[in-house]
């Protein structure tokens, strides 16, 4: 348990461990204090962002349209340069496992945390946040990883902290698997800590030569390169009509424990994300669930939400059978004993599939769309009896629920899990009714005042 460093605290601490650093716009000031807690602090989060761009910093100080910034408190430049975007609550944790947090707070795991199969913990305000640019298909650059030791050394020493306390995002939160290395795949975290901890104890650091992880023993897959068929404008017009037809499908990969987008990219590689009958009439479905291998038929084509359940199970059947990203999505459309056969015999998951490079394209894809994708952020309003905020473009159960009650004050509105423009014109017109005012934002947040509303009058109907 330990109050977060101040401004003045840190850049003492940056300095005597030798860390390079810009400072960025407010940083000292940028935060989401407004919107909970920040503190105790029990560690350190490592992230990558997703994204090669060379300058990510107005991004993780802005944030993005469904996630406000600032995004982390460190953004790591490609050349080992940390910008410092923002202090004190930021949105990079999101909601983790509370077995996790209890071994990093006791620092009592062996090589790596327990895992995280619960997200019902804060994590914006128990850890501070480095996300360092890049896709994480690849490994991050020497300086950034030489950087990341420094900072890490730097935060942990300034709590008297072992290595212990700093861990991936993909250690943290269901469906997460940054840090990576390759496509859906999570640096060797023990490794990474076993690092720190040299640099902590004062010894010289390793050749920057030596690579950041080591796979598992498994055949090496890394013979598919991630590369889309489609360019990024399509792929985000998928994405957002598919999201708004099918809200679910995010859910649905993070309960499988899928790599965000990868349901996306399967579906956009198999029918452009249509729900359709194709394949020569034996695909069926958005995922092309095929008819010579499952009782399907055209009455499939009704529930998309058991569609993508389907094809989440075969994945993940896939997944835990091959253990890497590549081959599991190569099965999906080969089949698993041709796929792990070519792999047996040293060829590429994708020598044996259709065009010969499914699993590249599916690859390219998720990494372009997953940028698109929401995580599920729920903001919990601490005024209001834990009564999440929600917003515009907010999904989920909470929004369903918001949704259920409208219509028991008599709006007109479909309960479809997403806070879209019908929903928020419901909210505008329940604010003028219920509360005799106009929001100010045109029913796009339902707070708390409006939570309050909804529950005096259930209570009052009782
Ligand atoms: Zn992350």
Known sequence: MATPMSTTKLLAQLRKWGVPFKEYKSWKTHN??????????????????????????????????????????????????????????????????????????????????????????DGNSRFYGVEIWYSGSHKMTDAQYATLRKLSAAICDAHGWSAKSVIGHGEWQPGKWDPGHKSGRMMDMAAVRSDIASTLSGKAATPPATPPATPPAKPDPATVTPKSREP??????????????????????????????????????????????????????????????????????????????????????????????????????AGLSAVTAAVKAGQSPDSVTTGRDYAADVLGRMAMMSGQVPDRVVKWLPVSGHMPELRHGDRGWHVGWLQRNLRRFGHDLKVTEVYDDATAKAVHAFYAKELDYKTTTAGKVFGADGWRRVLSISKEAR
């Not at 560690?43 to 996630?67: C, K, P």
């Not at 930021?90 to 509370?98: E, K, Q, R, T, V």
């Not at 055209?298 to 199970?313: C, F, G, K």
């Open 32 to 121: 989401r204090n407004s919107k909970g807690a920040w503190g105790p602090v029990h560690g350190f989060m490592v992230h990558h962002t997703g994204s090669d761009n060379a300058d990510q910093r107005a991004m993780l100080y802005n944030g993005l349209a469904n996630l406000p910034g600032p995004l982390c408190h460190f953004g790591l430049a490609q050349d080992g340069t940390v910008h410092l975007v923002g202090w004190g609550r930021a949105n990079h944790a999101g909601s983790g496992d509370p077995d996790v947090l209890s071994a990093v707070i006791a620092e009592s795991y062996g090589k790596t945390p327990p895992a995280d199969n619960q997200a019902t913990v």
């Open 232 to 333: 990024l404008s399509v792929l985000t017009a998928q994405v957002s009509a598919a999201m708004s037809a099918w809200p679910f499908i995010r859910d649905i990969e993070l309960a499988a424990g899928l790599p965000k987008g990868l349901l996306f990219a399967v579906g956009s590689r198999e029918t452009n994300l249509k729900n359709l009958v194709g394949d020569g009439g034996h695909g069926f479905g958005v995922w092309q669930r095929d008819d010579r291998w499952w009782p399907v038929d055209s009455s499939y084509l009704s529930d998309v939400r058991v569609q993508a359940e389907d094809a989440a199970t075969l994945i993940k059947s896939h997944l835990t059978a091959t253990d890497d990203l590549a081959t599991a999505v190569a099965a999906y459309n």
